[in-house]
């Protein structure tokens, strides 16, 4: 009998008894200066996507303190990789509820060379026109380098499941890196504009699966270039027929069966092997071009690459948060009839979405939009229903 109530005992005292806190992880080291930070270990060291792998502080800025941060993410087919970004922090006091709100920037087109990382690229146009007002707001601002942008490789420009996940594991970077004093549970949104449309657009799409721990209260994508192959289309012989050079090699970058030196003529294996490091500033030395100028035989026209066009066309996952969807009525970049037909799934899947049409061509949609992005992502972080004009 003494022997049982001893055992019993033990028992009740093991089942009051406070448990030992659980060891702390050990923060992210900080990472090397100048180029080398963009470099990541070999192999890459044990972790999840959005795990920071190194960080360091960026120069002091009026508004804000900023990091440059190296975390983990995945490729388009799925394999880890470390990736560039920033995340910059109000220095005005967060004065709403709960924890700070984050808005995840999927950057526009910058080019895909290793120096047109939104990181390095100056001067960023994002900033002053749009950045900086969501930081006078209070609200964090990441900011994705995107797959190749900065670190190893080439970028694979416009291919949607690398761009979705390297903007939504920057959000996951920016709330682990204690540094930040960013706090997770709290509202996120994805915002972009061109390729960041299509960046915010395909983060919304993937984000109920891939990131199901992220409260995702709102999307902005506007220029959004919803279908490869119809951008293409719209692109040979246009003003912005560079652009469909970069995504031909950043198509290629993503998916190496696709095998692109194989449809080249000697032009367009020139082209190949003297533009992987280009940047937007010689995008426009391609204007009014054509595919055939530099090709033997269409690429795009074949099985392998109409099946990677169609993986990287949006529609087919609807996201479950708010989106505004906008456009330019004369953009001569990215057509408004594919962005109208990404309107139109979506409102046929029961998304809440806004959509508007502005009066002008792609850059100064950009300028104009301005407003009502902060205006929608606004109501979102302060809990107003979405409105939507489907």
């Given at each position: 009998m003494?022997?049982?109530?001893?055992a019993?005992l033990?028992?009740?005292?093991?089942?009051?008894?406070?448990?030992?806190p659980?060891?702390a992880a050990?923060?992210?080291?900080?990472?090397p200066a100048g180029?080398?930070?963009?470099?990541?270990?070999?192999p890459?060291p044990?972790g999840a996507?959005?795990?920071v792998?190194?960080?360091?502080?960026l120069?002091?800025?009026?508004?804000?303190?900023?990091?440059?941060?190296l975390?983990?993410?995945?490729?388009?087919?799925?394999?880890?990789?470390a990736v560039s970004?920033?995340v910059?922090?109000?220095?005005?006091?967060?004065?709403?509820?709960?924890?700070?709100?984050i808005?995840?920037?999927a950057s526009?087109?910058?080019?895909?060379?290793?120096?047109c990382?939104p990181?390095?690229?100056q001067?960023?146009?994002?900033?002053?026109?749009?950045?900086?007002?969501?930081l006078?707001r209070?609200?964090a601002?990441?900011?994705?380098?995107y797959?190749?942008l900065?670190?190893?490789?080439?970028?694979?420009y416009?291919?949607?499941?690398?761009?979705?996940r390297g903007?939504?594991?920057?959000v996951?970077?920016?709330?682990?890196?204690?540094?930040?004093?960013l706090?997770?549970?709290?509202?996120?949104?994805?915002?972009?504009?061109?390729q960041?449309g299509?960046?915010a657009?395909?983060?919304?799409e993937l984000?109920?699966?891939?990131a199901?721990?992220?409260?995702?209260v709102?999307?902005?994508?506007?220029?959004?270039?919803a279908?490869l192959?119809?951008?293409?289309?719209?692109l040979?012989?246009?003003?912005?027929f560079?652009?469909?050079?970069?995504?031909a090699?950043?198509?290629d970058?993503?998916y190496?069966?696709?095998?692109?030196?194989?449809?080249?003529n000697?032009r367009g294996?020139?082209?190949?092997?003297?533009?992987?490091?280009?940047?937007?500033?010689?995008?426009?030395?391609?204007a009014?071009?054509?595919?055939?100028?530099?090709?033997t035989t269409?690429p795009?026209?074949t099985p392998?690459?109409?099946?990677r066009?169609?993986?990287?066309?949006?529609?087919s996952?609807?996201?479950?948060?708010?989106?505004?969807l906008?456009?330019?009525g004369?953009?001569?970049?990215?057509p408004?009839?594919?962005?109208?037909?990404?309107?139109?799934q979506?409102?046929?899947a029961?998304v809440?979405?806004?959509?508007?049409?502005?009066?002008g061509?792609?850059?100064?949609t950009?300028?104009?939009?301005?407003?009502?992005?902060?205006t929608?992502?606004?109501d979102r972080?302060a809990?107003?229903?979405?409105?939507s004009?489907?």
């Open positions: 003494r022997r049982l109530f001893a019993l033990l028992v009740a005292v093991a089942a009051v008894a406070p448990t030992a659980a060891q050990a923060p992210p080291p900080q990472g180029d080398a930070f963009y470099t990541p270990p070999s890459l044990d996507d959005g795990d792998i190194w960080w360091r502080q120069p002091d800025d009026i508004i804000n303190t900023g990091y440059l941060l975390y983990r993410s995945r490729n388009a087919t799925g394999a880890p990789i970004g920033r910059l922090v109000p220095k005005l006091a967060w004065r709403g509820p709960g924890p700070r709100p808005v995840s920037v526009g087109t910058r080019g895909i060379g290793d120096g990382a990181s390095k690229f001067p960023d146009y994002e900033k002053p026109l749009l950045i900086d007002a969501m006078r209070g609200w601002v990441a900011i994705t380098d797959e190749g900065g670190t190893p490789g080439t970028h694979p416009v291919v949607g499941r690398s761009e979705g903007v939504i594991d920057v996951r970077a920016s709330i682990r890196l204690p540094a930040s004093g706090a997770g549970g709290g509202p996120v949104a994805f915002s972009g504009y061109s960041g299509g960046g657009a395909w983060a919304g984000a109920p699966t891939y199901p721990e992220l409260t995702v709102g999307i902005t994508a506007g220029g959004t270039p279908d192959d119809a951008v293409a289309k719209f040979d012989g246009g003003i912005g560079g652009f469909e050079l970069l995504a090699l950043g198509l970058a993503a190496p069966e696709l095998n692109l030196p194989a449809y080249l000697e294996r020139t082209l190949y092997e003297t533009q992987q490091d280009a940047c937007i500033d010689q995008v426009f030395g391609y009014f071009q054509h595919i055939a100028d530099y090709t269409n795009l026209t392998a690459w109409q099946s066009l169609t993986e990287n066309k949006l529609g996952t609807p996201p479950r948060a708010p989106v505004y906008f456009h330019g004369s953009d001569e970049i990215i408004l009839a594919q962005a109208q037909t990404l309107r139109r979506y409102c046929a029961g809440t979405v806004r959509w508007a049409t502005f009066v061509e792609h850059v100064s950009l300028i104009a939009s301005v407003p009502d992005v902060l929608f992502l606004g972080f809990g107003r229903a979405a409105t004009n489907c």
